[in-house]
Every structure is written in C-alpha cells, then in structure tokens.
T-cell receptor
C-alpha cells in the first residue's frame, strides 16, 4: 500500500541554520511521483516541487534543495540559511502514475513537519 | 487572477444539520479534490472528481457527499451522518495527468 512517513513532527531552528526535512515513502509501483508542499499559517498549501520516479537528479531552487534516493525510498528537503518566513508546516506527498487517460490523481500525504524558525 | 475560491472561511454546524462547503476554480482544471485536515494527521482524501458528472470516493468518504455539475464547481456536503466533522477542509484542482494540485484557502468547520 502507498504510504508517506515524515518522522519529524516538529523542528525548531534559529535563523541562518540549515535544516533538512525527512520523507520516506512506500509504493509497489515502479512509476510514481513525489511532491513537497508548504502550508503557512494562513492555511493554503503551496506547491514546491514534483519529482517522478525516473529522475533521481537532485534539484536546487534558491535556498531549497531536494535529495531523491530510490535506494532508500527517501525524498528529503533541505532549506539552507533558514529564514523566519520559512516557518510553516511542510508536507511530502506521493502519487502513483495514472495508467489510463483519466484526468488527475489523488495524493497520499505524510502527516507533515512543523518548522519553526526564530530570529 | 486564476485560482480556487473556498467559502465560507469559517462554518458552524448544529447537531443533525447538513452543511455545504463551496469550492470554485477558474483555472480550467479537469480534476478537483476535497481533503480533510486534522491536527497532526496530515491531509486525507474525501472525494475527487476527474470529469463533470463523475466522482470517486477517497479514504474517508463516509458522512460526506459531493456533486460535479459544472467543471468549475465541486461542492462538498457534510451530512449529519458525519459524527466528527470538526476539521479544516481543503479543496484542490489539477490539470490532467499527475500534475501539481492547486489548493484553496480552506474552510474551518466547527460544531455548535
């Protein structure tokens, strides 16, 4: 069965520290997609990244970077030089690829990691 | 601006009452979704719809109903059969295929 585990419930850091949020997933499919979303205190989820199972290249976007390792079924997210505005709940999610032409596919979310960055 | 609009932002339900949460999108997305978020539980899928006049149950559909009469709209009704409706409800939409989902601002439902 599909499952996403975010073992870190809460993390607290001081500004400018680097922080890594862990995500471990389970799936029987060979084709799947992984996502990270950010939920600031206002409540809406903001899409950060999508990665498919065939692309194990690490990705960097500004202060954000992602490390995808199929061998350990992990898709970890690192924030470099954290800032107070990074304070939010971060969700990792998994979706198996559609094998039909149907539109859309539901996501399986982890329980989230609450990141608090203090000044 | 294109996006997803959920209303109301806060909703209160009396015992035995059905309430409907609105979700409208102007992104021309085919698929729409409803999730429930409880503290420390992440998001759980209630229903999703991939096309007008069709929808599928998610993991926690009991006590909820939906309709998809228009591409832009996917309202969620929380029925009296849902015994623990207090939660934060998020609506999302996406393009065809495995595409990122765009989320609304959510509706917080509480019991009076």
């Amino acid at each position: 069965a599909q499952k996403v585990t975010q073992a870190q419930t809460e993390i607290s850091v001081v500004e400018k520290e680097d922080v890594t949020l862990d995500c471990v997933y389970e799936t029987r499919d060979t084709t799947y997609y992984l996502f990270w979303y950010k939920q600031p205190p206002s409540g809406e989820l903001v899409f950060l990244i999508r990665r498919n199972s065939f692309d194990e290249q690490n990705e960097i976007s500004g202060r954000y970077s992602w490390n995808f390792q199929k061998s350990t079924s992990s898709f970890n997210f690192t924030i470099t030089a954290s800032q107070v505005v990074d304070s939010a709940v971060y969700f990792c999610a998994l979706s198996e690829a559609q094998v039909t032409n149907q539109a859309g596919t539901a996501l399986i979310f982890g329980k989230g990691t609450t990141l608090s960055v203090s000044s | 601006d294109g996006g997803i609009t959920q209303s109301p932002k806060y909703l209160f339900r009396k015992e035995g009452q059905n309430v409907t949460l609105s979700c409208e999108q102007n992104l021309n997305h085919d698929a729409m979704y409803w999730y429930r978020q409880d503290p420390g539980q992440g998001l759980r899928l209630i229903y999703y719809s991939q096309i007008v006049n069709d929808f599928q149950k998610g993991d926690i559909a009991e006590g909820y109903s939906v309709s998809r009469e228009k591409k832009e709209s996917f309202p969620l009704t929380v029925t009296s059969a849902q015994k623990n409706p207090t939660a934060f409800y998020l609506c999302a939409s996406s393009m065809a295929g495995v595409q990122p989902q765009h989320f609304g601002d959510g509706t917080r439902l509480s019991i009076l």
